[in-house]
């Protein structure tokens, strides 16, 4: 059966990076298509912000794939990581870094991620609606809104989730947010039977479906913006909060644990910052729901706080913690793999208030 297989990566673009990808024509066994169905392949690093000109080719690892929605059924995505020539991961490669935090001993907490991704659409150079050389009304109808003049680019947002669902994501929901012309959705456990909530997975998800968002986009010649501020003054940035917990967190006494992972986190909020998206001040300031960039603390369904503990997970006493501070730029495999890393870490001794 012959087949277009879209090869998708991420290239060397600092400080954040971009999904590229291009098209590999495929012979393939249906009944047998498998991740190695898909041959390892080449591109120029060079033009990707990944090599010299002079020793430009790099590799792509396939390392899963799914339906292709945008061609139709037997097609395929095809997600890689990036190799160098001697077999190494490239440094662009943060899933690579992901993986070893997992084979060094963070797989055994069972952890489970959800990212909430808010994006911003843009016509030309101002958000999609929004009056030419001007401005809507101030926030407060838009949110989850529904209707002309509150909700702008319904169209394109629903033709991306059923594309998501189409291709087997594993997207949880969506909604219009707070500014007018940004939306969110949320990839990442649902509770379904037999279906993964690990890092990996969801974070391949995660990039698969800002693919797809982009792909999409094209069509109505419209730029969805992960800009984690795309409107100065005023208006709420974007964000990618992050919802996690352990296999512990889950059981019953987990809170007592979730006081204990929150304390870690606080000794280590600058490192996490670091990581989770460039130009992240412009929208950790401590208004419009979050928190300040400078300032850790945590809250029961508290939105402008660093760490969320959901009002149901304090009334059960156990659950999942929401990490409110990531960018909507931010990199999962990264985000994934620093709060893995902090709560895997030894109980600090000192308890930080």
């Not at 960039?293 to 009334?315: L, M």
Request: contains cysteine; charged residues 25%.
């Amino acid at each position: 059966m012959i087949a277009q297989a879209e090869y998708i990566w991420l290239d060397g673009c600092s400080p954040t990076q971009e999904v590229r990808s291009k098209t590999r024509i495929v012979d393939l066994e249906r009944k047998s298509v498998s991740v190695d169905s898909f041959p390892e392949w080449s591109f120029d690093g060079s033009s990707t912000y990944q090599a010299q000109g002079s020793d430009s080719d790099l590799l792509l690892k396939p390392v899963c794939f799914l339906d292709d929605p945008v061609r139709g059924k037997g097609n395929y995505l095809v997600l890689c990581e990036v190799f160098n020539a001697d077999g190494t991961p490239h440094s662009s490669n943060k899933r690579a870094h992901l993986r070893n935090i997992l084979d060094k001993g963070a797989a055994k907490e069972e952890a489970w991620f959800g990212f909430e991704q808010e994006y911003t659409l843009f016509y030309d150079i101002q958000p999609l609606g929004w009056p030419k050389g001007g401005y809507p009304a101030p926030q407060g109808p838009f949110y989850c809104g529904v209707g002309t003049g509150k909700a702008y680019g319904r169209d394109l947002v629903e033709a991306h989730t059923q594309a998501c669902i189409d291709a087997g994501l594993m997207i949880y929901g969506i909604n219009a947010e707070v500014m007018p012309s940004q939306w969110e959705f949320q990839i990442g456990y649902r509770g379904f039977d037999n279906e993964p909530g690990d890092p990996l997975t969801v974070a391949d998800h995660l990039w698969i479906a800002r693919w797809l968002l982009n792909r999409i986009a094209e069509k109505y010649d419209v730029i969805a913006s992960l800009d984690p501020k795309p409107v100065k003054g005023d208006w709420n940035g974007a964000g990618a909060h992050t919802n996690f917990s352990t296999k512990a967190m889950r059981e019953k006494g987990g809170m007592k644990l979730m006081e204990e992972i929150i304390q870690k986190l606080a000794l280590k909020h600058s490192e996490h910052i670091n990581d989770y998206g460039a130009d992240l001040e412009s929208r950790l300031t401590g208004l419009h729901e979050t928190s300040s960039i400078t300032e850790f603390r945590s809250g029961v369904a508290d939105r402008g706080a660093s760490i969320r503990i959901p009002r149901q997970v304090q009334e059960k006493g156990c659950g999942y913690l929401e990490d409110r501070r990531p960018g909507a730029n931010c990199d999962p495999y990264v985000v994934c793999a620093r709060i893995l890393d902090t709560i895997t870490q030894a109980t600090p001794a000192k308890v930080v208030a």
